[in-house]
């Protein structure tokens, strides 16, 4: 029963589940990772907004004594944000899965922190700079000379309040989560604005283009709400396994259907990936038992058939001028028959069929502590396919050349047989 074997081995649940638990810690780690960058990202841009506040602020708390623990809250906020950029350029992959998360959650406090602080001075920055104003405008009358800027000393006309408050609108609206599009759009809107010169014209243009947009965004902050953290494990899900398979990366922008379609993809590609890590694993398991077992690997190569078909094989040397010739296939199937080494294209000779057939024996007696071995890392048979007996008709010579050799392997001699006890596979003897 050793002529040549063809088998497809499948995983065990409890090893199929390991394999999924560690592949799942993995891509939970780089999204960490990705979260983080995104992060300090976001600090950079709140942080340079925050210190545009502290300007008004500022001369606020000097010029007229309030504002002292908004002043306090803006530096807090500022220190905090230099702090966690520093500690954050540190991390890496390396730190584990459970320190990033605990990291990128305190990173998050900081961040909303910074973002309230931000939204509540841009709400009251027309306030506070009407309150400078009139303080200006009363130094001035007692006759103090102060270089100050002019939106500050000069009071706004209706219009100019109108837009100002549109601006500030659309500012608090795009400070929260909205899409890029969105966003897009409330540049524009507040481009078109500025560009009014009518006080009765810039009253409609609220009511039919800024609130519609901002009920819109307001439609589209409460499905975030509700789906953007699945949307956001799924887009991460496709992405590591886009990379994974060596397909293109995609972005996704959130909606109802990027996620609905996210969900079909992800699927797909999580099976795609889990039958080829299993595939991997089989093969890794094979290569470590017939290692284990005292066979060395001496050369491999990588085949397309005109039809497309791939495999892949990896010679064992099992004695002196002959190795086990293991195959993979893209379908599972793993073969391995023995054979006789030389440097061309030949047919046995009838001695060396001989020879072969006597090695097919010996093998013989061993492949069933290969399939134990195999079993015990969670790699089980699923279905067999040959198991062909020892017999000269399935002899056969090994080209090695059409191989990437690692070791330089023994062409087969038929002179005289090697005694089994120099054979370098002693250790599979134990």
Do not use: W
Not at 7 to 16: D, G
Not at 27 to 45: C, I, N
Not at 348 to 364: G, T, Y
């Amino acid at each position: 029963m050793s002529g040549p074997k063809s088998a497809r081995y499948t995983l065990t649940p409890e090893q199929r589940r390991i394999l999924a638990e560690a592949r799942e810690r993995e891509r939970k780690t780089k999204r960490e990772l990705d979260k983080l960058q995104q992060h300090r990202g976001e600090l950079a841009t709140l942080k340079e907004r925050l210190s545009t506040a502290t300007t008004s602020i500022d001369m606020l708390v000097d010029r007229i004594g309030d504002g002292n623990e908004v002043q306090r809250s803006i530096q807090n906020s500022i220190s905090q944000i230099e702090t966690i950029i520093q500690e954050s350029a540190g991390l890496s992959k390396q730190r584990g899965l459970e320190k990033l998360q605990v990291f990128n959650s305190k990173v998050k406090t900081v961040e909303e922190v910074a973002r309230k602080i931000v939204a509540q001075y841009e709400s009251q920055s027309n306030e506070i700079n009407a309150v400078l104003s009139k303080n200006i405008e009363d130094s001035i009358t007692d006759g103090m000379l102060i270089r100050i800027d002019d939106e500050i000393v000069n009071p706004q006309s209706y219009l100019e309040s109108q837009i100002a408050k549109i601006k500030d609108t659309l500012h608090e609206i795009q400070s929260s989560n909205v899409s890029s599009d969105l966003q897009k759009e409330g540049i524009i809107i507040l481009e078109r604005a500025q560009r009014i010169t009518d006080d009765s014209f810039i009253d409609n243009y609220y009511a039919m283009t800024v609130l519609p947009y901002i009920k819109r965004c307001k439609a589209y902050e409460e499905q975030i709400k509700e789906y953007g953290e699945e949307f956001d494990e799924l887009a991460s899900k496709h992405r590591y396994y886009s990379e994974y398979l060596g397909m293109p990366v995609i972005s996704f922008t959130f909606s109802m259907d990027s996620l609905n379609s996210l969900r079909r993809e992800v699927a797909e590609l999580e099976s795609q990936s889990a039958k080829i890590e299993e595939q991997q694993y089989i093969s890794e398991s094979l290569n470590q038992v017939m290692r284990d077992m005292g066979y060395n690997v001496v050369g491999s190569r990588e085949v397309v058939k005109k039809s497309g078909r791939k495999f892949r094989n990896e010679l064992y040397h099992f004695s002196e001028g002959s190795v086990v010739n293991v195959t993979y296939a893209a379908n599972g199937q793993i073969s391995m028959e023995l054979g006789g080494v030389d440097t061309c294209d030949r047919e046995p000779s009838e001695e060396e069929s001989s020879v072969l057939c006597d090695e097919m024996v010996e093998f013989c007696d061993e492949f069933p502590e290969i399939e134990r071995r195999l079993k015990e890392k969670g790699v089980v048979l699923m279905n067999r396919i040959s198991m062909l007996p020892p017999a000269e008709e399935y002899t056969q010579i090994i080209n090695v050349s059409d191989f990437n050799m690692t070791e330089k392997v023994d062409v087969l001699e038929t002179a005289s047989k090697k005694q089994t006890e120099t054979r370098k596979q002693v250790l599979r003897k134990e």
